[in-house]
């Protein structure tokens, strides 16, 4: 199947500092990601749509200053969450579609999991 | 937002029991997908069922859908401590994010 990347896994920063998420699709091209957000024992929180050579669109109540996402290529997606804060501490998660398979199910990467201090 | 519940919140049994998680969700669907996600880590696509389709089965695995009552079943059978994760249903229309369930954390112990 196919294979998404996401770098680092685990991360922790100091509060005001910038820290930026990879997401890579391998094997396929992405035209779209998506990012999602994760807390403790809790299910997967659609953050935006992150579209390659457009802006992305963000769901109701997320930042797109705080939360920044750039898509330049077919195969890599980036989060960037700027100025963190202990509040952003979370797990993120990106995934993408193979549409050379089907346009239905979703490949994750592996998460990162965000501390601030 | 959050497509629906499942239930239970989470589930503990024996290797070789059956686990059965049930998910309910809002909207009018096309499909509807179960994900497992091992502690930490990123989900795994299981198994689709199409909104036409009553039920289907993949290995150990048996889903059902009852479109009129909006809801979806997972079944794992002769589980295994391997099975223990947690467990996701999701809807979308294709091309799009999908939306996922508060899923079912399920412990199986030996």
């Known amino acids: 199947g196919a294979v998404v990347s996401q770098h680092p896994s685990r991360v922790i920063c100091k509060s005001g500092t910038s820290v930026k998420i990879e997401c890579r699709s391998l094997?396929?091209?992405?035209?779209?990601m998506f990012w999602y957000r994760q807390f403790p024992k809790q299910s997967l929180m659609l953050m935006a749509t992150?579209?390659?050579?457009?802006?992305?669109?963000?769901e109701q109540g997320v930042e797109k200053d705080k939360f920044l996402i750039n898509h330049a290529s077919l195969t890599l997606s980036t989060l960037t969450v700027t100025s963190a804060h202990p509040e952003d501490s979370s797990f993120y998660i990106c995934?993408?579609?193979?549409?050379?398979?089907?346009?239905?199910?979703?490949?994750f990467g592996s998460g990162t999991q965000l501390s601030v201090l | 937002s959050q497509q629906g519940e499942e239930d239970p919140q989470a589930l503990s049994i024996q290797e070789g029991e059956n686990a059965t998680m049930n998910c309910s969700y809002k909207?009018?669907?096309?499909?509807l997908q179960w994900y497992r996600q091992n502690s930490g880590r990123g989900l795994v696509h299981l198994i689709l069922?199409?909104?036409?389709?009553r039920e289907k089965h993949s290995g150990r695995l048996r889903v059902t859908l009852d479109t009129s009552k909006k809801s979806s079943s997972l079944l794992i059978t002769a589980s295994r401590a391997a099975d223990t994760a947690s467990y996701f249903c999701?809807?979308?229309?294709?091309?799009?994010?999908?939306?996922f369930g508060k899923g079912t954390t399920l412990s199986v112990s030996s």
């Open positions: 995934s993408a579609r193979d549409q050379r398979l089907d346009n239905e199910k979703l490949f």
């Open positions: 094997d396929f091209q992405a035209t779209t």
């Open positions: 992150s579209n390659e050579g457009s802006k992305a669109t963000y």
């Open positions: 909207t009018s669907i096309n499909n």
């Open positions: 069922i199409r909104s036409n389709e």
């Open positions: 999701a809807t979308g229309q294709a091309g799009t994010a999908l939306i």
